[in-house]
């Protein structure tokens, strides 16, 4: 932090010295991010739901794929897919994931963001209308400023709010939502949305991100055969759950033309490297069998949700919000309160970390936990025990 202090103090020439006043600024409201090495401790913070990035067969797999392509071209993609980046390997993965997720088709992407920012942007045209659920992703949200459509949100999870939008929506109408929310761990009321789309002829875009590997049958998400008929779009992205790097785009065949056309972080972007590729077509059926890791996570929000209830009930707890798949919160109003709860917990030995305000709604702040299948209930129950010291320890209960 001393760093940082010196570093803005010393910023003197514009357009730094302009950049190094915001920067006191949001330091001042105790909202400066930073970069903090370590994942010291128990992990409640990471997205590798399943421990696949950690998984040392997986790496092994990849290695052994990886030395066996040394016939093949290049390390990288070298280009676009469309300017010579194209390779089997790629459509061999794309054929994986939309047989695996029973879909005509998979269009992969460097990131889940540029997948869902380049889809929101480019899929909707002047005159149609794209509602989306108000806690969607940055990334969604990027891509929504980007459209050329109307954008309207609704409250969160709100199936009235939903349905006066969609009846005031013009044109062709697209609702965006997500599987499981990344701040709230609670999931969509996606039936419930599907009747809505089918009565006023909407279309479904659907964000997996928290969902793939958590959810559903051999951890394919929350999306089920029974939406194909009002579904557009699923994004799918392998940096979470998948522990690898990258997403696809499932679909239909015309949906994938239109992206490779019209997408722009598709065609003016490297295409993913074969080794990352590599990592995702093994990763995919380890996730698929990882019924025992589902289990383990199911077994651990079951107990951390009890807890949390209790220690809500105490009066000890502002708020939480259950896990439904594997994200809890505990919510600390405050960008101070959260940190300092934060510090106490890593002082604890958790590795947990602040979501500050303006990432949360002021008010909201809280931390994040997130299961795997590597935590045990022990760690859980010493995570709970630590809270509830904690709270004995302030003067008086919230
Ligand atoms: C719901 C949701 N969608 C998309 C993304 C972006 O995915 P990626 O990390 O692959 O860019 C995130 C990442 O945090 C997310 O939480």
Same mark, same amino acid.
Request: proline share 3%; net charge negative.
């Given at each position: ?21 915001? +920067? ?8 400066? #991010?930073?970069?903090?090495? =370590? ?23 990849? +290695?052994? *794929? ?8 290049? $390390? =990288? ?25 029973? %879909? ?14 380049? +889809? ?5 045209? #002047? ?29 969160? $999870? ?8 969609? %009846? ?32 006023? =002829? ?9 969902? +793939? ?63 990352? !590729? ?8 380890? !996730? ?46 405050? $960008? ?18 602040? &979501? ?23 760690? &859980?129950?010493?995570?709970? *025990? ?13």
């Amino acid at each position: 932090v001393s760093n940082i202090a010196v570093m803005i103090e010393e910023a003197i020439e514009p357009p730094l010295a302009r950049m190094a006043g915001t +920067l006191a600024q949001r330091a001042a409201e105790g909202k400066l #991010r930073q970069l903090r090495l =370590g994942s010291q401790g128990v992990d409640f913070s990471t997205n590798d739901y399943l421990g696949l990035a950690r998984d040392k067969a997986l790496h092994q797999q990849v +290695l052994e *794929s990886w030395a066996a392509y040394i016939d093949s071209p290049t $390390n =990288g993609a070298t280009a676009s897919r469309l300017l010579g980046g194209e390779s089997v390997l790629a459509e061999e993965t794309e054929a994986d994931i939309s047989r695996f997720h029973q %879909a005509e088709s998979a269009l992969l992407f460097a990131t889940g963001y540029m997948a869902n920012q380049g +889809l929101l942007s480019c899929v909707a045209n #002047r005159g149609e209308t794209i509602l989306y659920d108000a806690y969607v992703h940055a990334s969604l949200r990027e891509g929504l400023r980007l459209s050329l459509a109307t954008t309207l949100s609704f409250h969160h $999870n709100d199936l009235e709010h939903l349905r006066e939008q969609l %009846a005031r929506a013009k044109g062709q109408v697209y609702v965006a939502t997500e599987s499981v929310f990344s701040m709230d761990g609670d999931t969509a009321l996606l039936a419930e949305i599907a009747t809505l789309c089918r009565e006023f =002829g909407a279309k479904l875009i659907l964000d997996e991100a928290h969902a +793939l590997g958590v959810l559903g049958q051999k951890g394919e998400g929350l999306w089920t055969t029974d939406l194909e008929d009002v579904t557009l779009a699923r994004v799918y992205t392998f940096g979470k759950g998948l522990g690898c790097h990258g997403a696809a785009v499932v679909g239909s065949n015309i949906l994938k033309l239109y992206l490779i056309n019209y997408c722009r972080p598709f065609i003016y972007s490297t295409a993913l490297a074969p080794v990352q !590729m590599l990592a995702i077509r093994h990763a995919y059926p380890m !996730m698929a069998a990882a019924d025992d890791a589902r289990t383990q996570i199911r077994t651990l929000a079951a107990a951390l949700n009890e807890g949390l209830k209790d220690l809500k009930v105490e009066g000890f707890l502002a708020d939480y919000c259950p896990a439904q798949a594997s994200i809890a919160a505990i919510i600390q109003p405050g $960008n101070t309160e959260v940190r300092a709860l934060a510090a106490t917990l890593q002082a604890a030995g958790f590795d947990v970390r602040p &979501v500050v305000s303006p990432t949360v709604q002021a008010g909201t702040e809280r931390i994040r936990i997130c299961l795997h299948s590597y935590n045990t209930l022990g760690e &859980v129950e010493k995570l709970l *025990s630590t809270l509830r010291a904690n709270y004995a320890k302030a003067t008086r209960p919230l």
